[in-house]
């Protein structure tokens, strides 16, 4: 019995890494229902389980993947999300139970049944816990360049705009301490509490901003650019999406505003609007001369004193490196801070060698890279102190 209470967790923390509701109350009614369970058809299995583990839509129409994956051991490559991995045997778990009288109820016959030499896996320690996480470490460290297969790119792509919406949720919340507000802050209470003997005679308080971050980011969608660009441009979509606060461009030999393009809902659409409008992405690159259409038509309507500008960009520039570092010293007197985020940043041995770089570096005040998911997830901390 314990081999199935094991296989049937590992199964809900598989169905957990997907999104779905999968507690204690599950598991238990899971195992009762193996046990209880007449026939020895997997589809009745997958029955059940499909009725006791779906309460969404999207459950419904992802849950017969999962299922045939985890206990069938059919169709695993299409499981791996950069979120998590899910714990797959790479034999038929099921298709014993075929050989067995209808009606046979013997818990113990029946763990046998089920569990298999991947339940036999699960006890001698590859359990699906440590297999996720070295899967989504594997995922949030490999360099998005280096990622050929079109289905993993995908979930890149997919995680990168996840990411991107869980940044911006986390920042639009984040509190402010205050003199007077609705929630006590409890850590600067005690510490305040310490010169009076403990006892927290003033009270400190934490409320909502009152002037949100305002994020606009400047994407190089330029030849040299282009395994990053599709990466990055669903980053930015999760960025704008719902959030106002943001505005976004791309520039390469000329710039293109496209905020309007990436708050449309659905991604695919926002891609599709934003390619009619970036015609002659993947030239070359003139980083210093979009900075200057920016400055004189844009800066003066996006830009204010909680701005922060993001720039992703390799730094290669086709233009004079005086014009980028004019434009860049204009553009620091009208925003609070310049990120330059730097894929190559990334590759063993680099250095900001180029002309453009040298020129750009006394402006910035962040020069980081991005060219996996964890250097993209190490931007929130930077950007929560604004």
Known sequence: MNAVLLRISAFSQLLRNHGFVAGLGECADAARIIAELDSQRPADLRSAFKALFCSRVSDWKEFDELFNSFWLGSGMKNLLKVGGASPVSSQSTLSPMAGKTTGQNDTSELADQISGSA??????????????????????????????????????????????????????????????????????????????????????????????????????ASG?????TAVFTRFIHGVLDSFHEAEAFVFHTRL??????????????????????????????????SLATFNKWHAKRVLNSRSCVM????????????????????????????????????WNGYKPDARAMQAALPYLDLFAPAHNLESLAALEPYLARL
């Not at 996720?132 to 289905?151: L, V």
């Not at 990411?163 to 986390?170: E, G, I």
């Not at 040299?224 to 990053?228: A, I, K």
């Not at 293109?256 to 993947?282: P, Y």
């Open 256 to 289: 293109a505003h496209i905020s309007a393009a990436m708050k449309e809902k659905n991604a695919t659409r926002a891609l599709e609007h934003m390619s009619l409008m970036t015609q002659g992405v993947g030239g070359g690159t003139r980083i210093g001369e």
């Open 119 to 220: 339940g036999q896996e699960i006890e001698d320690g590859g359990t699906g816990k440590s297999e996720g996480a070295s899967s989504t470490e594997t995922s949030g460290h490999t360099d998005f360049r280096k990622i050929a297969d079109p289905m993993e790119l995908a979930k890149a792509h997919a995680a990168a705009a996840q990411l991107a919406k869980a940044m911006r949720t986390r920042l639009t919340r984040r509190d402010r301490a205050r003199a007077k507000g609705r929630r006590i802050d409890l850590r600067a209470t005690i510490r305040h509490s310490v010169g009076h003997g403990g006892i927290p005679i003033e009270l400190s308080f934490r409320q909502r901003k009152t002037r949100p971050l305002r994020l606009i980011v400047l994407l190089d």
């Open 224 to 228: 040299s650019m282009q395994m990053y």
């Open 311 to 346: 720039i992703l960009s390799d730094g290669y520039d086709t233009g004079t490196p005086e014009i980028l570092a004019r434009e860049l010293k204009r553009l620091r007197q009208r925003c609070r801070r310049i990120a330059w985020l730097n894929p190559m940043m990334g």
